[in-house]
């Protein structure tokens, strides 16, 4: 495997670069996390919700007070969350 040179950067981007090491460690088992965290500083991210925050938006959507339908729903997804044993804060919790 060839030896990769060393790439030049300036002493504010090398000041950066130690202090994320201190942050996250500096460890061949962890390079993999530093590449995610500098791909993720270099393209943006996208925050996308858990399947337990979609869900809880879709039931506050829900018009509990209004229609039989949207009740028997909200009803439906409590029992569920009942009998899985999963507690969502503003569903059932």
Do not use: F
């Not at 002493?11 to 530093?34: C, F, I, Y």
């Not at 500098?38 to 229609?67: F, H, M, R």
């Not at 999963?86 to 919790?93: A, L, Q, S, T, V």
């Amino acid at each position: 495997m060839a030896k990769r040179e060393k790439r030049k950067v300036t002493q504010s981007a090398a000041n950066a670069m130690q202090e994320l090491e201190k942050w996250m460690g500096v460890d061949t088992e962890r390079s993999e996390k530093v590449l995610i965290v500098a791909e993720l500083l270099a393209n943006g991210y996208e925050v996308v919700p858990t399947p337990e925050e979609q869900l809880k938006d879709y039931y506050k959507g829900l018009d509990v007070i209004g229609t039989q339908g949207d009740h028997l729903i909200a009803e439906g997804v409590q029992d569920t969350l009942r009998i899985l044993s999963i507690k969502i804060k503003g569903i059932n919790e």
